[in-house]
C-alpha cells in the first residue's frame, strides 16, 4: 500500500538523506539539516512516499508567487530511490504535489532540472506533460 505523509520532525526528515544525497551528493547530513531548518519558515515541505512502509520517494515542495507562475507550488526535489525507478512511483508523487496545489490555490507546479538529467526531462515532458520553456541561469558569487 502506497502512503505519502509529510515530514515534520528533525529525526523523520535525516531518514531520507540517503535519497537526497542521491540527487545532491554534495550535501552531507548536518548540511542537510541546517538547509531544512533555515527553508522551513519560508514554507519548504517535505513529502516521503512509502509502499508497505519502505521509503521509495520524496519531494521538497514550497508554496511562491512571482510575476510569470503566480502563486504556484515549486518543486525544490523529486527523488525516487535509483533501484526502482521508472514504476510510477515518481509520477503518483508529483500528481501529489499537482492535487496538493490546487488544494492551496496554486496556479502552476514549477520546477528546475540539471541539463544532463535527460530522462528527468523525458518523465517530465513525456508522462507528465510537462512544458519545457526557458532556461534558469547562475553565477557563482565566491
Excluded at 519558515?41 to 512516499?49: E, K, L, Q, T, V
Excluded at 502563486?71 to 509520477?91: C, M, N, P, W
Aim: with cysteine.
Amino acid at each position: 500500500m502506497i502512503i505519502i505523509e509529510e515530514l515534520v520532525t528533525e529525526e523523520e526528515v535525516r531518514h531520507i538523506f540517503p535519497l537526497m544525497k542521491d540527487l545532491r551528493p554534495y550535501l552531507d547530513e548536518t548540511r542537510f539539516i541546517q538547509i531544512w531548518k533555515t527553508m522551513q519558515p519560508d514554507g519548504y515541505r517535505i513529502f516521503a512516499m512509502y509502499d508497505a512502509e519502505e521509503l521509495v520517494a520524496f519531494t521538497g515542495i514550497q508554496i511562491r508567487t512571482n510575476m510569470y507562475y503566480f502563486r504556484h507550488v515549486f518543486v525544490h526535489e523529486l527523488v525516487t530511490r535509483a533501484d526502482i525507478r521508472s514504476k510510477g512511483y515518481g509520477q503518483k508523487l508529483l500528481s501529489f504535489v499537482h492535487d496538493w496545489g490546487r488544494e492551496h490555490e496554486c496556479v502552476t507546479v514549477a520546477l528546475e532540472s540539471a541539463l544532463i538529467r535527460d530522462d528527468a526531462h523525458r518523465f517530465y515532458e513525456t508522462k507528465m506533460g510537462y512544458d519545457r520553456f526557458c532556461y534558469s541561469f547562475k553565477k557563482e558569487l565566491g
